[in-house]
């Protein structure tokens, strides 16, 4: 048994050291990232620049509508909805992940989502033509839809076609794609391209092309062959899908360690997200991806986003130039995201986690102190400047990308879609919330506010620290034994299992059953 064991644990690593980045992988990396999750950070700064010309375009339908004009509390709520419609979309999109990706699969519900963007698109770039601003609101709701969907199906399209040995790198693509999403929108958006009177429409309408541009392309390439085996029961149609990613035609160790974890889920069935939150082996996995995505958008990210235009006036740079200095923070967050890409494989996912949750609070905590001193010690206006670009930093290499990752890794195929709509639930509904509550917040706290998200990022750190285990380079079936042990569960031997199988009368089989402790 001992030399099965090292057979097999040998076999696992030579797969996970021989996966390779073909150019079809590296192809569908690359337009289901930017057919989906460009959409999502291009439509969370898509509204920020234009924000004054398209108030003053809300104001001027609703005059010639009434002959009045806008009172200024109603402007206000209206563009309240403007911004808030978006992340509730994006609750109600990550709800339809599990039917979706269940029943159409995972690249068909890309294929079908793309359709909510393209909608979306059409009516805000049409919107003012139709002299119509509830268009705009219901745009965002669509759009939201689309992005909840595109956050949570992406990551785990791409989790389920990568080898091992690459699927950290390949998981944090889509965040890659999402700050350039952020940085485009930024960059059209300065009041000399498209951020004016003019051109705010075409800049919401553009965000169509990517989706198109998916539409007519993503069919040609092959749908998960973890869905196809595990889910439809294809075997030929898995073969090939994974042969052709991998650019070989031997793919029978990968075949043979999908079919292990099909037969390891086979008694448990599917998972809605019912079973999921009351089923006791998957109860720290819940757990964690909750805490980390929870993390995630309570940790401030909006609240130094919403600071930094205030920071870098007090440092002295002039208001016309706040927009330019905006869009090199996004450029820092698009460059150090891209650098996650490229260790998170080598450093391991725990690290990053650490590294970036703790610079998110110690920036947090000097941030809270400079800006109290900035009125009385001048430098304290530059050190405000240091904290955003570290918090920018620690977010851009841990807290936004790992998440998402860790929800790929950490679950089975069977729980996978239930865990994602879990978690994107929880990511789009602190979003809202903090949209809601920051601006209470900071009237009433004002600075002190970052204490609060400093205690949450150091919350986070200390549940990682202890909780959640390393995962890179693991199978999904070697992750689930890790977290076996924290459930106290028995867990399934895989291919040794139906090797100590033996048959009894009436042509039963009968399985030794081993526990967590005998591994």
């Known amino acids: 048994m001992k030399l099965k064991r090292e057979k097999q ?37 898509v509204i920020n620049s234009p924000a004054l010309y398209m108030q003053d375009f809300y104001n001027r339908t609703y005059f010639n509508r009434s002959g009045v004009p806008m009172d200024s509390g109603f402007q206000t709520l209206l563009w309240s909805l403007t911004v808030s419609m978006y992340p509730l979309g994006g609750l109600f ?29 059409t009516l805000m770039g049409t919107s003012e033509l139709a002299k119509t601003f509830e268009v705009i609101i219901l745009s965002r709701v669509i759009i939201g839809i689309y992005a909840g969907l595109a956050s949570n199906v992406v990551p785990m399209f791409l989790g389920e076609m990568s080898p091992r040995n690459l699927r950290g790198a390949i998981g944090i693509v889509p965040q890659l794609f999402i700050t350039l ?4 929108a930024q960059i059209l958006g300065l009041n000399s391209i498209l951020g004016n009177a003019e051109g705010w429409p075409v800049l919401l309408g553009l965000t169509g092309i990517p989706s198109l541009i998916q539409l007519l392309i993503l069919p040609f390439f092959p749908e998960s062959p973890r869905y196809l085996l595990i889910q439809k029961g294809n075997e030929e149609q898995a073969r090939q899908a994974l042969q052709k990613l991998r650019g070989w035609d031997d793919v029978d160790d990968e075949m043979e360690e ?9 008694e448990e069935g599917h998972f809605s997200v019912l079973s999921l939150c009351t089923f006791r082996g998957l109860r720290w996995q819940l757990i964690s991806i909750v805490v980390m995505m929870m993390g995630q958008q309570l940790s401030g990210v909006n609240a130094v986003f919403y600071y930094a235009d205030r920071i870098f006036q ?26 996650a890409v490229f260790i998170v494989e080598s450093l391991g ?46 977010h851009a290499i841990g807290a936004s990308p790992i998440p998402f990752v860790m929800i790929t890794e950490m679950f089975l195929q069977s729980s996978r879609p239930a865990a994602f709509m879990v978690g994107g639930s929880v990511h789009w509904l602190c979003n809202f919330t903090v949209g809601l509550v920051f601006l209470y917040m900071e ?59 033996h048959t009894v009368p009436g042509g039963q089989v009968e399985k030794k059953e081993i526990s967590s402790s005998e591994l």
């Open 9 to 45: 644990e040998s076999s696992d690593c030579n797969e996970g050291s021989k996966g390779k980045m073909t150019l079809l992988l590296a192809l569908v990396t690359l337009i289901s990232a930017f057919g989906s999750s460009f959409q999502y950070g291009y439509n969370v700064s």
């Open 93 to 121: 999109g990550s709800l339809m992940v599990w039917p979706l990706v269940n029943n159409c699969g995972r690249k068909g519900t890309l294929l079908i989502n793309n359709l909510f963007s393209i909608a979306a698109a």
């Open 181 to 184: 999403g952020i940085l485009v």
């Open 258 to 266: 999908i079919r292990q974890e099909d037969r390891s889920e086979k």
């Open 314 to 339: 007090s440092a002295g740079v002039d208001n016309n130039n706040v927009q330019y200095v905006t869009v090199s923070i996004g450029a820092i967050n698009v460059v150090m995201t891209l650098l």
């Open 349 to 394: 996912r725990r690290i990053l986690l650490l590294a970036g949750f703790g610079l998110c609070c110690v920036s947090c905590a000097v941030l809270t102190l400079a800006l109290n001193l900035q009125t009385t010690v001048s430098w304290m206006s530059y050190l405000s400047i240091v904290c955003v670009i570290v918090y920018i930093i620690g």
């Open 443 to 501: 009237a009433g706290l004002g600075p002190y506010s970052f204490l609060i998200f400093c205690a949450i990022c150091l919350a986070t750190i200390v549940y990682i620290f202890f909780i959640v285990p390393e995962t890179k380079n693991k199978t999904f079936m070697e992750i689930n034994k890790i977290m076996a042990k924290r459930n106290k569960v028995e867990v399934q031997e895989d291919k040794e299992e139906f090797e100590d199988f």
